[in-house]
């Protein structure tokens, strides 16, 4: 799961200054186990609860294939394709929530998303 929308969210207090953390911070979230890096963005507010059960539910397909307990792989992957959809379109609304800060509203109708 990348970590655009948390990139784009989290900023850290240091010496009463916000900044955004470096690449290399982020980095290393991406080796969290899912379960909980969409616990700690839904705790953030970051995450609506239908993205954040739809990141559940992929994880644990996924650790189903990964402990070779899957059995029906082509409805599976479909499932899993439906379930990452969902965690997109949880994300992409929470950026496109993001740009409505940095720009007018009419930049952001004409945004693509």
Request: glycine residues 4%; charged residues 35%.
């Amino acid at each position: 799961m990348r970590l655009d929308a948390l990139r784009a969210a989290v900023l850290i207090e240091k010496d009463g200054k916000a900044e955004r953390p470096v690449d290399k911070v982020f980095d290393q979230l991406e080796r969290v186990e899912i379960r909980a890096l969409a616990e700690f963005i839904r705790q953030a507010g970051l995450l609506p609860e239908e993205a954040f059960n739809a990141a559940k539910d992929f994880g644990d397909l996924r650790n189903k294939y990964a402990h070779a307990r899957g059995s029906q792989s082509k409805n599976d992957a479909l499932n899993a394709i439906k379930l990452l959809q969902e965690v997109v379109e949880g994300t992409v609304s929470v950026l496109k929530d993001h740009y409505r800060l940095l720009f007018n509203k009419a930049d952001v109708q004409s945004l693509d998303f």
